[in-house]
Structures are given as C-alpha cells and as structure tokens.
C-alpha cells in the first residue's frame, strides 16, 4: 500500500492522539504536524521505485529499542560500490537511503512495509522522518543546500591540502 493510501484512511485526530506516545519531546510540534499533514492530503503522489521500510532496530549504545524509517529501492551494495570487495551475501544486500530530504510527493508515492505496525504509527513515523530538518518541503531544500555546499567545500579544501602536499 501507498502512504499516500494510507494517510488518505486516517484523520489528524488520531495521528495527534498518537504522536505524543512514540515522541514525547514532539508534543509541543504537533501544530507543525498538523499542516504537513493536511499538506499531504492535498499532494500527488509521484511514481517512484522507492519503498519506505518502517523497522525496529536496537540502539548499539543504550540497549533501547528505536524505530526507524529507510528507503530502499533494489539497489545492491555490490551495484552502487563495485570497487569495493565485498562478501556475496554483503554485495547482494540492500542499499539503504535516508529519505528525510526526499520531496513528499515521493513520498507518497512510496509502497509501505511495516510488519508489525499500526498504520497509524507508520504515519507518525514518516511525518517525525520528513520533517526533521523542518516542516515545510522549502525550509528542507535549504538545509539539504547547506549541508551539501558545506561537503562540498570540505572536500574542496581536502583536495586543496591534497594538491598542496604532492606540490611539496
């Protein structure tokens, strides 16, 4: 099933119900949810290959239990790293993707594995993941611009060392 079909099955009275229970501190941003939310409602889903996997995974650190949400869209390791000497088992395993700067028509357009979840967690899940760099698709774009133009100028500035060093 889309998210885009799932959203469409569910009110914001039950995902503002909900949300407080899987993300106490996100209780004071519920009215930020509230507008994406309705914002989905209005999208089109775009025709996308990737899927988003919705899974619980233990924290290495503290021992406690997280969910998480990932992309995935039938790209191997061994596809997207062929330079690297992987295992088999390693090279024909999943490549996963963050989807937090994805466009939310994509989104929607995503088909949702969940084993295990109540649709309605799926939702809360998703709107935590798409907003966590802001809660509209511009302010997004703007951290993803900033964040690659800081990459970008490290690896300027290494490649500069690089050269200044082979210079020496």
């Known amino acids: 099933m889309k998210l885009k079909e799932i959203l469409d099955r569910h009110t914001w009275a039950e995902i503002a119900n909900r949300m407080p229970d899987l993300y106490p501190d996100q209780e004071k941003n519920l009215e930020g949810y509230e507008v994406v939310f309705n914002e989905l409602l209005s999208l089109t889903p775009a025709t996308t290959e990737m899927r988003i996997c919705v899974e619980e995974y233990i924290d290495d650190y503290d021992g406690h239990p997280y969910t998480s949400i990932t992309g995935f869209d039938g ?14 088992e390693q090279a024909n395993r999943e490549l996963p993707f963050s989807l937090s700067w994805t466009p939310w028509e994509e989104w929607l357009g995503m088909d949702v594995e969940a084993e295990g979840y109540e649709e309605v967690d799926v939702i809360c899940h998703a709107l935590y993941d798409m907003t966590f760099y802001g809660y509209t698709q511009s302010d997004i774009q703007d951290v993803a611009n900033e964040v690659l133009e800081t990459c970008d100028k490290a690896m300027d500035e290494l490649l500069g060392e690089e050269e200044a060093d082979d210079a020496e």
């Open 75 to 88: 790209t191997t390791w061994g596809e997207h790293e062929p330079e690297f000497d992987f295992t088999e």
